[in-house]
């Protein structure tokens, strides 16, 4: 990646975080239930799905290679602080329709919940903007590359969704629609190289 690129990505992230992507792109119709589907189904990391999205909107990828720590990391934050958090919010719910102590204390945590995917976030977005050795962590995005679902589920490091580890077809069926759609948005956003 040439120092023109990652100056535009600078000059872009003026404007618009990963948080703010974030926030915009998982308001987009079907976006929402597509990363939870990943998140739930596939054991997607949704936030490092959002880094990906993020860049590919910039014309950019990350490179294999160069994910290998901060994906690491990224993953043990994640273990350590959202996850638990979603546990705790998700084992509440039935509870929190019918107490509305329960209902608050629910709420809390997910604003705690939120807030340790946007520390999340700003991490990801610290590392994909260090001007150290850019080159060696993001390179441009081929313009004519395949499919954007298929883009998206090599970013991600899926294996093939036709894979003998997902037995249920309704499973595969799901992960395949969950990308077709984020790919669908992703195309709407990026900008042009």
């Not at 120092?3 to 404007?15: E, G, I, K, P, V």
């Not at 209902?103 to 977005?125: F, G, P, S």
């Not at 970013?155 to 036709?162: C, E, G, P, S």
Request: aromatic residues 6%.
């Amino acid at each position: 990646m040439d120092s023109n690129r990652l100056q535009d990505l600078q000059q872009a992230l003026q404007h618009r975080s990963l948080w703010d992507f974030a926030l915009a792109f998982y308001a987009q119709p079907g976006v929402e239930q597509a990363c939870l589907t990943l998140q739930d189904a596939a054991d997607v990391d949704v936030c490092e799905l959002l880094l990906h999205g993020w860049l590919y909107c910039h014309g950019l990828q990350a490179r294999r290679e160069a994910l290998a720590d901060i994906s690491r990391e990224r993953a043990h934050w994640q273990g350590q602080f959202t996850e638990p958090l979603r546990h705790l919010r998700r084992e509440l719910k039935r509870q929190a329709a019918e107490d509305e102590a329960i209902d608050a204390l629910r709420k809390t945590i997910k604003t705690a919940e939120l807030q340790a995917e946007r520390v999340n976030l700003q991490r990801w977005q610290q590392w994909a903007q260090a001007p150290e050795h850019a080159s060696q962590r993001l390179e441009e995005v081929v313009a004519s590359q395949q499919d954007g679902s298929i883009w998206l589920q090599n970013r991600l490091f899926l294996a093939d969704v036709d894979s003998a580890s997902l037995h249920d077809s309704r499973v595969r069926d799901d992960i395949a629609a969950a990308l077709e759609c984020l790919a669908s948005r992703l195309d709407h956003c990026k900008s042009p190289r």
